[in-house]
């Protein structure tokens, strides 16, 4: 059959869905994309803010109406916390966060089986780590390689704890075994990623944690670059930064969530450190690192942040001088403890995301100022505007004239940038 897949949300949602097309591919089944008629249409859902979830339903509707013939699959966090309200959309099977390669089977029966098959298990009973198969169909630059999956943070904005569940850890040698296959397969980097891999290890008897797994991915990847999805402040250790320091295919590109930096704030959010801790990781990767680039997350107008909040925010990200930031302002996620609380009025939140990004915009800039002069190893993707593009270690976007370099480690020396983005002349080819 044909199979058309619309992926929504986190690279975790991505890491499945590339799973799935390489199983559906490996059962004789073709995939088409998501515009064309297809036998089966899967929607794999989010449901990190209502707005997600809209997009979610929106997309169930479309793949519908597109073929009223064809059988509509939906999983992924939306249909997993949603799962009565989906079952209302019309769609053939509904099956959650779980497992993926079950799904299939489903999917597969659901063809011939004319009726709504719902396979949504509890979240919270799960215990054991599904491995999928890493890589994707598509190129073969960057592969994401899933070590972990759910989180038992239970940030009062967020709803994932309840739509994947406790943490599940994937055995290290499963996922050197993976690694040693996408250095097969010829992809240039992978990213080790999962839905919080600061917890990984958490429920694995073997007390590995995550720099034990890394220092092993990195041993298996050899050449290949390994870079690490968002980590929360508390892995930032004298130890995991000695050792972390130690891989020389580590990237120095280093994603702290930080989501606020008002201790109040913090507090409300249900996080796990204070400002003090998140500046200490900050000092931490400075000192074993060559410039290391720190990104964020950050959160504008949480429910109770006054104004003198945010100024502290302001100041605080200042402080960090983060390399890149990305911000939002605080969207409603019913069925959280914030979404109960008195809101901040939206053009209130707006207004102070407007403000952090700008600050963000100039950090930025003045991050990309400081790597001109210097070479990097930059791995290339694609052509774009007369350039060609790819990204340095520290994951900032660099531009060359040239030829065709897809997937190709290049050093360059930057000579320039505009503030969004480096440029430089290729020295030699790696
Ligand atoms: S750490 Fe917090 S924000 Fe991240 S997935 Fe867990 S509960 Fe959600």
Known sequence: MQV???????????????????ELVRRGHTLTDFES????????????????????RQMIRRAKKRNPQAVVAACGCYVQTHTQEAEGLGIDLISGTGQRMEFLDLLEKAVSAHRCIVHVDEALRR????????????????????VE?????????????????????????????????????GYQELVVTGIEISSYGKDRKDGATLIDLLEQVCAAAGDLRVRMGSLEPRTITEDFC???????NLCPHFHLSMQSGCDKTLRDMNRRYDTERFYESVLLLREHFDRPAITTDLITGFPGETEEDFAQTLAFIRKCEFAAMHVFPYSIRPGTPAAKREQVDMAVREARAHEAAEAAAQMHRAYLEGCVGKTYPVLFEQAHGGYYTGHAP?????AVEGEDLHNRVVSVEIVRTDGQRLYGRSKEEN
């Open 149 to 185: 999956d759910g989180c038992t943070n239970f940030c009062t904005y967020c709803i994932i704890p309840y739509a994947r569940g406790p943490v599940r850890s994937e055995p290290v040698e499963e996922a050197v075994r993976q690694t040693k296959e996408l250095r097969r397969s």
């Open 242 to 248: 000695r050792r972390a320091a130690a891989l020389p």
């Open 4 to 22: 058309a897949i619309y992926t929504l949300g986190c690279k975790v949602n991505q890491y499945e869905t590339a799973a799935m097309e390489q």
């Open 127 to 146: 215990r054991e780590f599904e491995v999928l198969p890493a890589g994707g169909m598509a190129s073969r630059t960057r592969a994401m390689l899933k």
């Open 37 to 56: 008629t297809a036998d089966a249409y899967i929607i794999n859902t989010c449901s990190v803010t209502a707005v997600s979830d809209k997009k979610s």
């Open 394 to 398: 520290n994951y900032m976007e660099v």
